[in-house]
Structures are given as structure tokens and as C-alpha cells.
């Protein structure tokens, strides 16, 4: 079964810092993997979806990595602002229909 | 934009009840699922539903749990009698095309079970 980490899972930060999330996994025979916010009591807002075949995406201030091989993921944050405060999620889906997800790693920006 | 639409936001019900927890999808998204976070707890899967059938479900989706797509846009989740540990946060998802295409969530609802 697919297990999914992400560390760290609080981190603390002043504003305008550069910060990278990380996420590991451990079965790399995996689909595509998608990076989610969620604030606090809400849903969950898509960020990036990165399939199997890249390496990574943009979106904005945004860049997802992926390193199918050695089951990792990244989110690279960068010129973090206080509205970046949520926690990030990491979701892994393989050859079936179901993502499976992370525990999140929960942001605070500092102004 | 579209987005996926869960109604109500909040849903209080006593334990052995039944619940319907609602749904609308984006318009021409193909599959359909739930998922249910407890509090403090990770993201967990329950079900997926594509072409009118249930495409994959887990150990949690058992004889107590159904969905049903009921029209051409609405999508539940019916539980048939509840428990205290079926409270949590349940969002619906919709996307495009099977495990290609991103997935879009919708706010959730929050179902307390007292």
C-alpha cells in the first residue's frame, strides 16, 4: 500500500523567504501526484498536478519537482507572503482511481 | 471557474440516523469520488464512481455506505445509520479523465454525530 510523507510537518517562516515542502513516498510506480492547500476548516484548492512522465511544474510563485525513481516531490515556495499560511498537502495516485494522501506540512508566514 | 459545490457545509445528526451528504460536480467531469478527513487525521479515500458504477472503493466504504448520481448533476453519499466515528470532514472530488487529469475538490462537509 502507498504511504505517504511529508516533512516537515510545521514550519515557521518570516515574510518573503524562499521555502521548499517536501514529500516522499513509497511505492514510485505512480501516476501523477498533486499538491493541494488547505486552509483551516475548508476543502481542498488544487495547486499543481505533475504527472509521472515530468520532472516538474510552474504555477506563479509555485514549482513542484518530482523524482518518480527516488519517490520524492518537492514544493518550492518562493517570496513566501502571509497569505501563503495554510497547510500543503501532497497526494500520490497510482494505476487506480484513488489519491493517496500526506498528513500536510502546516505554513505560517510571518509578516 | 467551475468548481465542485458540497451541500450542507455542516450537517449535525443523531447516531443511528441517516444521512444524504450532497454534491455537484463540475459539468462534464467523468468520475466522481468521496473522501473523509477525521480530525487531526490524514486525507482517507472511500470511493470513486464512473459511468454509474462504483470504479473502486475501500475497507471504510462498507454495506453502511451507498452513492448514487441520482441525476445528470447532483452526486451522494448516503449513510444508513450512523456512528460517532463517522464524524469527520466529507469532500466530494470530480475530474476529467481517469488518473490523468487534475481533481477538483469541493469546501466539504463537516458531519458531527452525536
Known amino acids: 500500500k502507498q504511504e505517504v510523507t511529508q516533512i516537515p510537518a510545521a514550519l515557521s517562516v518570516p515574510e518573503g523567504e524562499n521555502l521548499v515542502l517536501n514529500c516522499s513516498f513509497t511505492d514510485s510506480a505512480i501516476y501523477n501526484l498533486q499538491w493541494f492547500r488547505q486552509d483551516p476548516g475548508k476543502g481542498l484548492t488544487s495547486l499543481l498536478l505533475?504527472?509521472?512522465?515530468?520532472r516538474e511544474q510552474t504555477s506563479g510563485r509555485l514549482n513542484a519537482s518530482l523524482d518518480k525513481s527516488s519517490g520524492r516531490s518537492t514544493l518550492y515556495i518562493a517570496a513566501s507572503q502571509p497569505g501563503d499560511s495554510a497547510t500543503y498537502l501532497c497526494?500520490?495516485?497510482?494505476?487506480?482511481?484513488?489519491?493517496?494522501f500526506g498528513t500536510g506540512t502546516s505554513l505560517t508566514v510571518i509578516p | 471557474e467551475p468548481e465542485v459545490t458540497q451541500t450542507p457545509s455542516h450537517q449535525v445528526t443523531q447516531m443511528g440516523q441517516e444521512v444524504i451528504l450532497r454534491c455537484v460536480p463540475i459539468?462534464?467531469?467523468?468520475?466522481f469520488y468521496w473522501y473523509r478527513q477525521i480530525l487531526g487525521q490524514k486525507v482517507e479515500f472511500l470511493v470513486s464512481?464512473?459511468?454509474?458504477?462504483?470504479?473502486?472503493k475501500s475497507e471504510i466504504f462498507d454495506d453502511q455506505f451507498s452513492v448514487e448520481r441520482p441525476d445528470g448533476s447532483n452526486f451522494t453519499l448516503k449513510i444508513r445509520s450512523t456512528k460517532l466515528e463517522d464524524s469527520a470532514m466529507y469532500f466530494c472530488?470530480?475530474?476529467?479523465?481517469?488518473?490523468?487529469?487534475?481533481?477538483?475538490f469541493g469546501q466539504g462537509t463537516r458531519l458531527t454525530v452525536v
Open positions: 464512481f464512473y459511468n454509474n458504477e462504483i470504479s473502486e
Open positions: 459539468s462534464n467531469h467523468l468520475y
Open positions: 497526494a500520490v495516485r497510482n494505476t487506480g482511481n484513488q489519491f493517496y
Open positions: 505533475i504527472q509521472s512522465s515530468q
Open positions: 472530488a470530480s475530474s476529467g479523465v481517469r488518473g490523468k487529469a487534475e481533481a477538483f
